[in-house]
Nanobody, 120 residues
């Protein structure tokens, strides 16, 4: 059974930093990627950043240069370093992992989320 557990969220002032962590267990698709999504109130869930099995990364435009995704060598821990936080970064952040489905990797597994609240 695949399980993802996030930690590291909380309140922070604008301009501050937080580092989110995710422990991934029971995950067999080591050749697929992982990522971080977020969902703000009244908005759809969006992919913030992803990292492939060979550590190729992607970022949504609004966080480029401020957020950094990483994973440990065993690929059972995922991180998101968030710097220069803005009020609009306030959201529930979800750790996510892909599974192999119909010939491609797709995000299938989700953690329960951790709240990040940025205040002025």
């Amino acid at each position: 059974q695949v399980q993802l557990q996030e930690s590291g969220g909380g309140p922070v002032q604008a301009g501050g930093s937080l580092k989110l962590s995710c422990v991934i267990s029971g995950y067999p698709f080591t050749f697929c990627g992982r990522g971080w999504y977020r969902q703000a109130p009244g908005k759809v869930r969006e992919l913030v950043s992803s990292i492939s099995k060979d550590s190729t990364t992607t970022y949504t435009d609004s966080v480029k240069g401020r957020f950094t995704i990483s994973q440990d060598n065993d690929k059972n821990r995922l991180y998101l370093q968030m710097n220069s936080l803005k009020i609009e970064d306030t959201a529930v952040y979800y750790c996510a992992a892909e599974s192999w489905d119909n010939g491609s990797c797709k995000f299938t597994y989700w953690g329960q989320g951790t709240q990040v609240t940025v205040s002025s």
